[in-house]
């Protein structure tokens, strides 16, 4: 069974700029988080997909921050325009309908100058 | 407060000691978790438990419910178990709560 697939492993971008993360969940999973972990700290969900709606969103930074999973599989992170305090490691995580196991994927490293 | 609670937040150990990592939560869960992490990767699930105690090698993972507290433990540990631990709890509504990590060395 093929993980949670993430892109890229690693960016680098200046304050101001935009930026893009992709996830791929283990097939069949309905459920998709995005996590924001900071050095040092667990990590903080930003949103949870129910296959293409949305669940929780509560804390994502919206004037910022803005989440897709159109076709209820792939998903992506953007935010436009990043700042400092956005550099963090952001991982998705996936789960089954009714499971309670969560599968992660490697993470993408945001490093913002 | 954080709905979970980890200890302790740092820990080295020589390689053969017994280690213990806790983990204490104060909201009603349907699961708690177990996590791996190691630098610059991602997270691996080892211990989903809802009660009593789970092995997988070197690994233990025990649950009161009553208490509201985990313990982890890891036998006869080894450098290659240097890694932040992250103690997860599971609620209805697909919710997760995370601690905020245990990051252990073991030095040889």
């Known amino acids: 069974e093929a993980g949670v697939a993430q892109s890229p492993r690693y960016k680098i971008i200046e304050k101001r700029q935009s930026v893009a993360f992709w996830c791929n969940p283990i097939s069949g999973h309905a459920t998709l988080y995005w996590y924001q972990q900071i050095l040092g700290q667990g990590p903080k969900l930003l949103i949870q997909f129910q296959n293409n709606g949305v669940v929780d969103d509560s804390q994502l930074p919206k004037d910022r921050f803005s989440a897709e999973r159109l076709k209820g599989v792939d998903s992506t992170l953007k935010i436009q325009p990043a700042k400092l305090e956005d550099s963090a490691v952001y991982l998705c995580a996936s789960r089954g309908q009714g499971r309670e196991k969560l599968f992660f994927g490697s993470g993408t490293q945001l490093s913002v100058l | 407060k954080n709905e979970v609670e980890q200890s302790p937040q740092n820990l080295t150990a020589q390689e053969g000691e017994f280690i213990t990592i806790n983990c204490s939560y104060s909201v009603g869960i349907s699961a708690l978790h177990w996590l791996q992490q190691h630098p610059g990767g991602g997270i691996v699930s080892l211990f989903m438990l809802s009660s009593g105690k789970k092995k997988h090698g070197r690994l233990i993972a025990t649950i009161n419910i009553q208490e509201k507290h985990s313990s982890l433990h890891i036998t006869a540990s080894h450098p290659r178990d240097s890694a932040v631990y992250i103690c997860?709890?599971?609620?209805?509504?697909?919710?997760?709560?995370f601690g905020t990590g245990t990051s252990l060395t073991v030095i040889p």
């Open positions: 997860a709890v599971s609620r209805t509504g697909n919710q997760f709560y």
